[in-house]
T-cell receptor
């Protein structure tokens, strides 16, 4: 079946540094990808919708200058958390829409811990 | 705005027990409803869905019925197995495929003991 690879699965970084998370569709093309995050005991919340070749659409309350999204190819979207702080510690998960059949597939998530 | 309220976990059951995970929603319009499952180390996978009222989604022995009158989509399984241990997410979307914005519940961790 279709696979979305998300990397890294876990990252620990110091406050003030930037972290990049990759989301790749391995056997299909994805015009649209989504980025979610989940804080402990809360729901998975949509952060942004990423469309290949255009600017991402951010949900209300998500800082676009802090969470940089690049979707430069049909198989790769990246989320960069710039100048990370402890309050950015969360579980980040991506999903990708198969352009051929409109089905949605998820990555396995990235646990970010900012010290 | 749209929201999904899901039974808090964790839930621990013995093998062959009956499972219910409650899910209720608030939404404008007529959303589609989904249950996703996440096994350890893997991405969320679609378990089942229902796109209109009174529809029943089913897969792998799991069932859920779209109840508009109670705004619910409870997940049930008659006899759980150890391999069902996972995190289960209830979600809604304006898209039948769920390939637009999904609104999720908090997830329920299920552990089945032999």
């Amino acid at each position: 079946g279709a696979v979305v690879s998300q990397h890294p699965s876990r990252v620990i970084c110091k406050s003030g540094t930037s972290v990049k998370i990759e989301c790749r569709s391995l056997d299909f093309q994805a015009t649209t990808m989504f980025w979610y995050r989940q804080f402990p005991k809360q729901s998975l919340m949509l952060m942004a919708t990423s469309n290949e070749g255009s600017k991402a659409t951010y949900e209300q309350g998500v800082e676009k200058d802090k969470f940089l999204i690049n979707h430069a190819s049909l198989t790769l979207s990246t989320l960069t958390v710039t100048s990370a702080h402890p309050e950015d510690s969360s579980f980040y998960i991506c999903s990708a829409v198969d352009s051929l059949n409109e089905k949605l597939f998820f990555g396995s998530g990235t646990q970010l811990s900012v010290l | 705005g749209d929201s999904v309220t899901q039974m808090e976990g964790p839930v621990t059951l013995s093998e062959e027990a009956f499972l219910t995970i409650n899910c209720t929603y608030t939404a404008t319009g007529y959303p589609s409803l989904f249950w996703y499952v996440q096994y350890p180390g893997e991405g969320l996978q679609l378990l089942l869905k229902a796109t209109k009222a009174d529809d029943k989604g089913s897969n792998k022995g799991f069932e859920a019925t779209y109840r508009k009158e109670t705004t619910s989509f409870h997940l049930e399984k008659g006899s759980v197995q150890v391999s069902d241990s996972a995190v289960y997410f209830c979600a809604l979307s304006s898209s039948n495929f769920g390939n637009e914005k999904l609104t999720f519940g908090t997830g329920t961790r299920l552990t089945i003991i032999p």
